[in-house]
């Protein structure tokens, strides 16, 4: 617990969402400003009636009819994945740019891409509807950049 509060800390003095992943109850206890769902997490109903309204975000890997659900359960983010090789997790599922425009043809919930995005990949997928990247390996695996060089690479 206390290695959450010093990253809600460092999340807050950079002016950064703080988002727990799979865990609602943690998310709660932290005060974090919300909390990501896998498909085999808990069902975002129950998640809502845990955090209010706290965001929820739910994962939808390649999926329109995922994401239908998600943004029917009110979900104020569908995550989309992964676009690419990643070192974080072995890729189950791969997604397309193809998922994201169709997505923004009928909703404007915000979406997310995931999945081994960095420095060379990362503006196609904003360029093709992603509002927001999940970036993990490249920065925190990266063997070329220390963390904030692979930061300042993204800009």
């Given at each position: 617990?206390?290695?959450?509060?010093?990253?809600?800390?460092?999340?807050?003095?950079?002016?950064?969402?703080?988002?727990?992943?799979?865990?609602?109850?943690?998310?709660?206890?932290?005060?974090?400003?919300g909390?990501?769902?896998?498909?085999?997490?808990?069902?975002?109903?129950?998640?809502?009636?845990?955090?209010?309204?706290?965001?929820?975000?739910?994962?939808?890997?390649?999926?329109?009819?995922?994401?239908?659900?998600?943004?029917?359960?009110?979900?104020?983010?569908?995550?989309?994945?992964?676009?690419?090789?990643?070192?974080?997790?072995k890729?189950?599922?791969?997604?397309?740019?193809?998922?994201?425009?169709?997505?923004?043809?009928?909703?404007?919930?915000?979406?997310?891409?995931?999945?081994?995005?960095?420095?060379?990949?990362?503006?196609?997928?904003?360029?093709n509807?992603?509002?927001?990247?999940?970036?993990?390996?490249?920065?925190?695996?990266?063997?070329?950049?220390?963390?904030?060089?692979?930061?300042?690479?993204?800009?």
């Open positions: 617990m206390i290695i959450g509060e010093k990253i809600k800390n460092i999340c807050k003095k950079n002016k950064v969402k703080f988002i727990i992943n799979d865990d609602p109850l943690l998310a709660l206890k932290l005060d974090a400003d909390c990501h769902l896998g498909q085999k997490d808990v069902n975002i109903k129950i998640a809502r009636k845990i955090l209010g309204k706290k965001i929820i975000g739910i994962t939808c890997h390649n999926s329109v009819y995922l994401a239908k659900k998600a943004i029917k359960a009110k979900a104020d983010y569908i995550a989309f994945g992964a676009f690419n090789q990643s070192k974080t997790k890729t189950k599922y791969v997604a397309s740019v193809k998922i994201l425009n169709k997505v923004k043809k009928f909703t404007k919930t915000p979406t997310v891409a995931i999945g081994g995005i960095n420095a060379v990949n990362y503006k196609n997928l904003l360029l509807n992603a509002n927001f990247l999940a970036i993990s390996s490249y920065i925190w695996k990266n063997k070329k950049y220390k963390p904030l060089q692979a930061v300042e690479r993204l800009k």
